[in-house]
């Protein structure tokens, strides 16, 4: 026994050094927003964010009580919770518990009835998740779940410590004589007690070589736990404490093109690459993933796969290249996506997907490693200042359309309302009918509006959304002083992108930003617009920027719904879980078949709703959902919310 001292510090030498590296690769991010620059300063600064009380009740209620999983899957909840208590009180209130009696601190011992039923009957519930995790593994072959030895080795090894710590036990019952009749309440060890019982073993040998096994197989896994899948037990939590945490989920505002790669990224993103468990619960809602059946196109892959290529970049000991395979298919998976967020709102660890890999995009374009035909785009930015590269004195193309519109409309100095009109809908000819009919409604409405005409630039969201954010500054600097110059009170958007971009990137102050159904819904409550019954039936999809990137779920339903005697209905995946078009996070410059085959299913899915017409509120998902329609041969309207109200205005 005079070895167990050593081992114990030996296991809890190895685990301090194994949190100590972990904790030393996420202060090699950065704190944006924050003077702290070295890795004690940031190490504090976190430090002193863990000191927030408030977040500890939220805590609670998204690790202990698993909140987010419940709504997902209540029977994986039952068992994540039953394991996640039951390993708390075994590996900890156990054998501290034991711990305590031998100090004579308190009196209970493993024959007291209650603490030997209760660690008999916690081993037991982990012995049944445990058997579950590995059956949906290897026997159902689960596709959510990577079956690597990095996942089921971890998990057999908890097996045998919990078996060889159930023979522990029966083995004791067999080597003490005299025991009180409330070890009768340890039923697993008895039961182990039976099994063993016809061997007629040296019972105290063979209690001691178990002992050992056991003692040496729990240090290993505790010396283990920081290197492997289980770190995620102290990373997970510390990745939902710091959700919507200032400064930690605040982009940066200035360039990183100077920045070392891991620099890029801030603490708790590289906390998040720690925090996933693989659970594949993204797989399930990713809609590449739906077409492609790839891993590396999922949120998962993507952040294995920069975990990996940061760790080999930045090694304790050592530095080494990453392999231009594995550079290769991150890349591809990197942009092989919308950025539609669909993985955001099921994520049990609340990993904030969308911010993330926006970041690793800029870091790929500041590496060179992003797809080059994405080069095109950037040079009809920088050319005519929009993503599809007209001449900017086009812009107003679909203004000469209406007869019914003010001549000085994109003449205006000065103007209470304006109205943002976006690349998209100023310049595809398949869409113009949505800013047609948004202005139309506005000015009936009796608002003051302008347009800035040639004078709009680009909100630099395709930019950023494909890693060049450096390029986007001097859009956001022009279009500032465009407001600036108008004195707008109030700008208003069809595109979700570029409202995105403006209440994330723009940081204006003193100005209210609105999306168009945010707007016509509030002209509507006033009485500034009176609306009539039309006839058909109506599904509506829910644009990724505007709903689960924005949070703007009911402003289009209650413009929606204001239509006298309207027969809607809603998809059976809508707002947080709703369908992505396939047309967002540029996409559809580099992969344009991958889009397709996302809105095509998107098509599916409306036909399946029995509408006759397809209602969005997003230019894109538009241009997507028409082209979707051509290739499925589908006879479903589409049609833009602002086309709607129009139809059923009475003016």
């Known amino acids: 026994m005079h070895l167990f001292p050593v081992f114990i510090v030996i296991a809890l030498g190895a685990f301090f050094v194994g949190i100590f590296l972990r904790i030393s690769f996420w202060l090699n991010g950065n704190i944006f927003y924050g003077s702290a620059k070295t890795k004690k300063g940031k190490l504090l600064f976190l430090i002193k ?3 927030n009380g408030g977040k500890w009740l939220k805590l609670v209620s998204d690790v202990f009580l698993q909140k987010k999983l419940i709504k997902l899957d209540p029977f994986r909840w039952l068992v994540h919770v039953l394991f996640f208590f039951s390993f708390l009180e075994l590996f900890f209130i156990g054998s501290i518990g034991n711990k305590l009696t031998k100090m004579g601190i308190w009196s209970v011992t493993k024959d007291t009835a209650w603490f030997a039923f209760l660690n008999d009957f916690c081993g037991l519930v982990i012995l049944c998740g445990l058997t579950l995790m590995l059956l949906r593994r290897l026997v159902f072959k689960n596709p959510q779940l990577v079956n690597t030895g990095k996942e089921i080795v971890p998990l057999l090894w908890l097996l045998v410590i919990v078996i060889t710590g159930y023979f522990v036990e029966g083995l004791r019952l067999h080597k003490e004589i005299s025991l009180q009749e409330s070890a009768s309440f340890a039923f697993m060890g008895n039961i182990c007690s039976a099994i063993l019982t016809p061997f007629s073993l040296n019972w105290s040998k063979s209690h001691s070589v178990m002992w050992w096994t056991h003692m ?17 037990m102290f990373s997970s939590p510390l990745s939902i404490f710091l959700s919507n ?3 930690f989920t605040n982009s ?3 360039s990183l093109a100077n920045e070392r790669s891991i620099n890029r990224f801030s603490v708790k993103e590289l906390i998040e690459m720690d925090a996933c468990t693989n659970c594949g619960e993204c797989l399930v809602w990713c809609e590449a993933h739906d077409v492609v059946h790839m891993e590396h196109v999922t949120p998962r892959g993507k952040m294995n796969n920069l975990k990996e290529i940061l760790k080999k970049e930045n090694g304790f000991f050592n530095n080494r290249k990453p392999d231009e395979g594995l550079m290769q298919e991150y890349s591809k998976g990197v942009f092989d996506c919308t950025l539609c967020g669909r993985c955001n709102p099921v994520c049990p660890v609340n990993i904030d997907t969308v911010s993330i890999m926006k970041k690793m995009r800029e870091d790929l374009y500041l590496r060179n490693e992003h797809p080059k035909k994405l080069d095109l785009m950037r040079d009809a930015n920088e050319e005519e200042h929009n993503i599809l590269g ?5 812009r107003t193309l679909w203004v000469d359309f209406m007869d019914d519109v003010p001549d000085d409309i994109c003449e205006k100095e000065k103007a209470e309302v304006l109205y943002y009109v976006g690349c998209m809908s100023s310049f595809s000819p398949a869409i113009q009918n949505i800013p047609q009919s948004f202005l139309r409604i506005i000015l009936n409405s009796g608002e003051d509006v302008a347009v800035l005409g040639e004078r709009e630039w680009c909100c630099g969201f395709p930019l950023i959304a494909g890693g060049m954010r450096d390029m986007a500054f001097k859009f956001r600097e022009h279009n500032i002083n465009e407001v600036k110059r108008l004195g707008a009170k109030k700008i208003v958007f069809n595109c979700p992108s570029c409202y995105l971009t403006w209440k994330q990137f723009y940081n204006i102050e003193g100005i209210v930003l609105l999306h168009s159904t945010e707007y016509i819904n509030t002209l509507i409550r006033q009485g500034q617009i009176n609306l009539k019954a039309v006839e058909g039936r109506f599904v509506y999809h ?11 779920y009911e402003p289009p339903r209650e413009v929606i719904n204001s239509i006298p005697g309207i027969n809607y209905r809603e998809f059976e995946h809508n707002r947080d879980k709703g369908f992505c078009c396939g047309g967002g996070g540029v996409l559809e410059p580099h992969n344009s078949d991958l889009g397709k085959s996302i809105n095509r299913k998107l098509i599916r899915t409306a036909e399946r709703s029995e509408a006759d017409t397809l209602i969005t509120a997003c230019p894109q998902c538009m241009r997507m959902s028409l082209t ?3 290739e499925e041969e589908s006879k479903i309207e589409v049609m833009d919310i602002c086309e709607l109200i129009l139809k059923a205005s009475t003016i």
């Open 49 to 51: 964010e863990l000191c």
């Open 216 to 232: 040496l197989m729990t240090f290993g896994f505790i010396a283990y736990i920081p290197y492997g899948k289980f770190f995620h």
């Open 245 to 247: 945490s200032n400064p």
């Open 252 to 254: 940066p505002q200035g």
């Open 390 to 394: 007209y001449p900017n004195e086009e």
């Open 542 to 552: 829910d644009p990724c920027d505007l709903a689960r990137n924005l949070g703007v």
């Open 628 to 630: 979707g329609k051509k």
